[in-house]
């Protein structure tokens, strides 16, 4: 039984990490869960519950750093509603038509267009989809690397 839980934190940990360029998984809470799902199995014997509840807080912010960080990013680069709306609509569709390449690929050009259709200036157009693309970078290391902590407090947790 404890391998079965051991192999299923494992899939839901990689699962988490391809969630963090994928938007249809919830990448950080499917890792979180998968520390979770050992912790309890485990009586929180070798992940206490501290660490599993500052895990989950941290699952939390990762929320407030999807939505913050193409804002910030945007607004450094002076995009407006419509760069930002271009590049969440360009997301969706980017990933939709191209995968994973969509993923970088779709808001980049929607940002592109939203700016360049409401302002007609190709060089503010291209700071702005610049802007959005870097906070959402940001935000996609910063999910990672957590989910890489998580992973190795779990594998430390094995040994």
């Given at each position: ?107 980049l050009a929607g940002a592109f267009l939203g700016e360049y259709l409401s302002d007609k200036d190709s060089k503010r157009a291209i ?33």
């Amino acid at each position: 039984m404890e391998i079965l839980v051991i192999v299923l934190a494992f899939v839901l940990i990689g699962f988490g990490l391809i969630g963090v360029f994928l938007p249809l998984l919830p990448g950080v809470p499917l890792a979180w869960l998968g520390i979770f799902i050992y912790a309890i199995t485990t009586n929180f014997e070798t992940l206490s519950l501290r660490t599993v509840l500052i895990f989950l807080v941290l699952t939390i912010l990762t929320f407030l750093i999807d939505f913050l960080a193409p804002i910030i990013g945007a607004k450094k680069y002076q995009a407006t509603k419509s760069g930002i709306a271009g590049a969440a609509l360009g997301f969706v569709v980017g990933v939709v038509f191209m995968g994973p390449a969509g993923v970088l690929l779709g808001p980049l050009a929607g940002a592109f267009l939203g700016e360049y259709l409401s302002d007609k200036d190709s060089k503010r157009a291209i700071k702005a989809a610049i802007g959005i693309m870097i906070g959402f970078l940001v935000g996609s290391v910063i999910k990672a690397a957590l989910i890489f902590i998580m992973l190795g407090f779990f594998i430390a947790a094995l040994f």
